[in-house]
């Protein structure tokens, strides 16, 4: 029980920017392990942005400004890591010509107009799906995205070489294979007792296809991983759950 509070304490300070005290030598020791913990924070940041889009909705505001402002707090709550992850890879993989310039690229802290524009899909694409979720499944269906878009990272993590051996992905480590069933299944699990079973195996299902197209994106742009491909990687999935729970209601 201590080892699964020291990595939800690991999981949150990295997730988010919530000032959570973890114990002296969790990063990098206890890290990899706390990625089995990674889908319980994902549902936590997706039960609060629901529940603020809910309130936003019930004092008046039109779905779409409630949407928007819910999706801006869940920005400022992560931190926008794994968008800013999402818009280096979009600037990497587009606008560098070998594997050097896509990586060094990537490093850059500039956003470049790749990254402008998948970020502004992306967000289009999640404002309009949950502005079209009714009220009663907003809150169930963030919690599956954001757990199952989280409930992937260990196995890309754990199966993909590193494009660099610099970098957060290569100095995080790798998770072994029972750190990631478990986050799997943790992740499924969520879903499953969010929403009906139907849905939530079609949401996992949609994670799993964006995690396995961004992996082997990643292996002919870079040859492997770093930590903004994982990054990339979730918020595809969280945008495609979202978007197929949407189309339920369209």
Excluded at 230 to 241: H, K, N, S
Aim: glycine share 12%; aromatic share 6%; proline share 4%.
């Amino acid at each position: 029980m201590n080892d699964w509070l020291d990595d939800l304490r690991t999981a949150v300070a990295f997730l988010t920017r919530l000032p959570m005290p973890h114990p002296q030598g969790a990063m990098p020791v206890h890290f990899v392990r706390a990625h089995r913990a990674f889908p319980l924070v994902g549902a936590a940041i997706g039960g609060a942005v629901g529940l603020l889009c809910l309130a936003l909705r019930a004092i008046g505001l039109p779905d779409l400004a409630a949407a928007a402002l819910a999706l801006g707090a869940s920005a400022l709550l992560t931190g926008a890591l794994h968008e800013d992850g999402l818009a280096d890879v979009a600037d990497g993989f587009g606008g560098g010509r070998d594997v050097a310039a896509k990586l060094e690229i990537m490093r850059d802290s500039r956003l470049g107009t790749y990254g402008a524009l998948i970020l502004m899909v992306s967000f289009v694409a999640k404002l309009s799906a949950l502005a079209a979720l009714p009220d009663g499944y907003v809150v169930q269906s963030l919690v599956a995205a954001h757990a199952l878009g989280r409930g992937v990272l260990p196995f890309m993590a754990m199966s993909l070489d590193y494009a660099r051996k610099d970098g957060l992905a290569a100095n995080a480590g790798r998770p072994d294979s029972a750190t990631a069933l478990t986050a799997g299944a943790i992740a499924v699990l969520i879903a499953l007792v969010a929403l009906p079973w139907r849905d939530a195996l079609g949401a996992a299902l949609v994670a799993a296809a964006c995690a396995i197209g961004m992996a082997w994106l990643a292996r002919r742009q870079i040859g492997g991983q770093t930590g903004d491909v994982l990054g990339g990687a979730e918020q595809l999935g969280e945008t495609a759950i979202l978007l197929l729970l949407a189309a339920r209601f369209a």
